[in-house]
């Protein structure tokens, strides 16, 4: 039997091209494997090839969404693949949308088996779970051993035909559709183990999780916007120059709060960002590129707005955990609610 | 960040590039920006166009504060 012919769909900083400053790399496909196709080639064995790889810069997919999926889609389906395999893309949170987005499109679009894998908590897995496999892999790239070996036998196992096995045999996110099987004892027997285990404050599994609708409905809008206190969060990690309380470029451990008090401008000399998820440049010549406060303190001395608060609140939203942005944002919106603020511009990058 | 700020009672615009990855994270109002390194500029420019954009952007943003939703809204610059 002939190979199963693989397309790979990888990022500018898996392809060795460059990290944040390729970001907006146009998409252009090579014959062979790259980067991480190498070991998820080699896992194939003889039953399947990487035949090409299409690469494409994570900025440039995200902004340019529709375009790009158009592009990428017409460069895999140039080389007849059987598979298509995206990523992984572990917890970055813009290759996840491009590995989701190309996936989905593919076996929408062409009608191939596609896979992808990232971390859970990367906003790509959400968006895309119910529409494509996405095997669940650890944060980083330090995971990628354990994710070609979870990746490569589902995914042949999806050209095949096989019959695919519910979310917790497979490796998938769970997608929401329910896999049919005969259990070997009776749920009776099985609900009674499993309050024994509660009692005895034992681990236990339930079959039936609840779903997990977190959305917080919207408050009610601002009646008069020229007499409101309007506050400035970031994810996009703008900081003091020099960045005073060491905000981490990724995996951010805290936020910083900074006064604002009097100042009309963020310049290249007074403020930076610590972000290392995006190219930096445009952000440390000027702030207010990611942090508007020049506008909205013009608007202030207006009469625009109200007032912008005296404080900003800053974190890096690169690979920080959904629970610790979590926490961040309830300590920021429990100060800003007592420092009387009436309304929030967020602005991430 | 956004909906636990929301959860704590303000009403919260979300200014971003990624669209898709603000609704899948719960922003209630949202308003497009203009690329991921600079949302609310663009080099390209000259300073007094940039600001301009940012203007936009910042009226856009103060004007989805002002209305009422009742579910994920994005505000798109006309």
């Known amino acids: ?349 | 960040m956004v909906k636990e700020i929301e959860r704590a009672g303000l009403p919260v615009v979300h200014i971003c590039t990624v669209v898709p990855i603000s609704l899948t994270v719960g922003a209630n109002r949202i308003v497009p920006a203009v690329a991921i390194p600079h949302p609310l500029g663009n080099p390209s420019l000259t300073p007094a166009e940039e600001k301009e954009i940012r203007s936009k952007l910042v009226d856009k943003a103060l004007i989805a504060l002002s209305t009422e939703v009742t579910d994920q809204t994005v505000f798109e610059m006309s």
């Open chain 1, 1 to 349: 039997m002939a190979k199963i012919r693989v397309v790979h769909y990888i990022n500018q900083f898996f392809a060795q091209i460059g990290g944040e400053e390729k970001a907006d790399h146009k998409p252009e496909a090579r014959e062979g494997f790259v980067g991480p196709g190498m070991a998820f080639n080699a896992a194939f064995g003889d039953k399947a090839e990487i035949v090409a790889t299409v690469i494409c810069g994570d900025s440039y997919f995200n902004e340019n969404l529709e375009t790009a999926t158009k592009e990428v889609l017409s460069m895999i389906s140039s080389y007849k693949p059987d598979l298509v395999i995206a990523g992984p893309a572990f917890n970055a949170g813009r290759y996840g949308m491009a590995c989701g987005t190309v996936a989905a499109a593919v076996k929408e679009q062409l009608g191939i088996p596609a896979v992808t894998g990232m971390y859970i908590e990367n906003p790509g897995a959400d968006g895309f779970k119910t529409k494509v496999h996405i095997i669940a892999t650890k944060n980083s790239a330090a995971g990628m051993k354990d994710a070609v070996a979870a990746m490569v036998p589902f995914a042949l196992k999806l050209v095949s035909g096989e019959k695919i096995g519910s979310s917790a045999e497979e490796g998938y996110i769970p997608n929401g559709i329910r896999v049919n099987f005969f259990e070997e004892k009776r749920g009776s027997e099985r609900a009674v183990d499993m309050l024994l285990k509660k009692l005895k404050g034992e681990p236990y599994v339930t079959e039936f999780p609840m779903p997990d609708f977190d959305r917080v409905p919207p408050n009610k809008a601002i009646k008069d916007i020229t007499k409101a206190k309007i506050a400035l969060v970031t994810s996009g990690g703008i900081v003091p120059k020099g960045n005073p309380d060491h905000i981490e470029s990724s995996s951010a451990s805290k936020y910083g709060k900074y006064d604002i008090n009097g100042i009309t401008d963020l310049t290249e000399a007074t403020y930076e960002t610590a972000h290392g998820g995006y190219d930096p440049v445009y952000a440390n010549l000027d702030a207010d590129r990611v942090l508007p406060v020049d506008v909205l303190r013009e608007y202030e001395t207006q009469g625009k707005i109200g007032s912008l608060h005296r404080y900003f609140y800053t974190t890096v939203g690169n690979g920080t955990s959904v629970a610790n942005s979590k926490a961040y944002a309830l300590a920021i919106g429990k100060e800003l609610v007592a420092d009387g603020v009436d309304a929030v511009i967020l602005t991430s990058t």
